[in-house]
C-alpha cells in the first residue's frame, strides 16, 4: 500500500512539472450604472484582465487619471455588452478612469 502511495505522488509530480504550472486565473470588472464593479481588484501577474460594458452608453477605460493618463492601456467598451482585456505582467498599482466620464474610476493591482 505504502509503495502505490508513492508512485501515487510522484506520477503527480511529474505531472506537476511538465504542465508548468497552472496559468493565471483570468479576472473581470463589469461596468453598470457608471461604476467599475469591482472598483478596486486584486489579480496576479500574467491575469487577462476583462472588462464588461453593462450599460447603455459607451465607457473607456484608461489608464492612469484624468489629468495624468498613463498610455499604459486605453479600452473603448462603445455599445451595452461590449468587451476588452489587458494583461498586466509588471507586479504594481494601475488606477484607471472613463475618459467620458472622469467621476468613473477604478484601480487594478497587480500582485
Known amino acids: 500500500m505504502r509503495a502505490h502511495t508513492m508512485l501515487a505522488v510522484a506520477i503527480a509530480a511529474v505531472l506537476g512539472l ?3 504550472g497552472a496559468a493565471a486565473p483570468d479576472a473581470v470588472v463589469e461596468v453598470r450604472l457608471f461604476q467599475f464593479r469591482p472598483g478596486v481588484l486584486d489579480a496576479p501577474r500574467g491575469a487577462k ?3 464588461t460594458n453593462r450599460d ?3 465607457h473607456t477605460v484608461t489608464a492612469g487619471t484624468p489629468v495624468a493618463p498613463t498610455g499604459r492601456f486605453d479600452l473603448t467598451l462603445g455599445d451595452k455588452d461590449a468587451t476588452a482585456a489587458v494583461e ?3 507586479p504594481g498599482s494601475y488606477p484607471y ?3 467620458r466620464h472622469n467621476a468613473m474610476r477604478g484601480e487594478l493591482r497587480v500582485q
Open 56 to 58: 447603455e452608453i459607451g
Open 49 to 51: 484582465v476583462t472588462w
Open 88 to 90: 498586466l505582467t509588471a
Open 97 to 99: 478612469f472613463c475618459k
Open 18 to 20: 511538465a504542465t508548468g
